[in-house]
């Protein structure tokens, strides 16, 4: 009786249009953030590393470089965070979680490209 409310609670908060990608790609992740009052969408681009959970618990995870860091973050693909997906490019893994991208830097990060 419960698990029916809590999955029927759960199907009306997901997304209509979730964006199609995988790991391996490059995406721009649009995310709110809120500043005290205000808020604004701030862009993070980056490559999937991993993708985690099903259906409404679904998280995916966007590693970057920025200054010789390695930046890594992780959002919930249904949250009112998550403004908008874009695809940047297909990447061509044969993993599925790319945690070896942890230990690299420059050129030695990339992912090949699949060309369509």
Do not use: C
């Not at 993070?44 to 860091?69: A, C, D, L, P, W």
């Not at 940047?88 to 420059?106: E, Q, S």
Request: proline share 3%.
């Amino acid at each position: 009786m419960n698990s029916e409310i809590i999955k029927e609670l759960e199907q009306e908060q997901l997304k209509k249009e979730v964006p199609q990608f995988n790991v391996g790609d490059t995406v721009k992740v649009h995310g709110l953030i809120k500043e005290g009052e205000k808020e604004r969408i701030q862009v993070f681009e980056g490559t999937v590393t991993k993708i985690v959970g099903g259906g409404f618990k679904t998280m995916f995870t966007v590693r970057k470089n920025s200054n010789g860091v390695g930046v890594d973050k992780t959002w919930p693909l249904h949250s009112p965070s998550v403004v908008k997906v874009d695809l940047v490019r297909r990447g061509k893994v044969r993993r599925a979680k790319l945690n070896y991208l942890k230990g690299r830097v420059g050129k030695n990060a990339k992912v090949k490209e699949v060309l369509r």
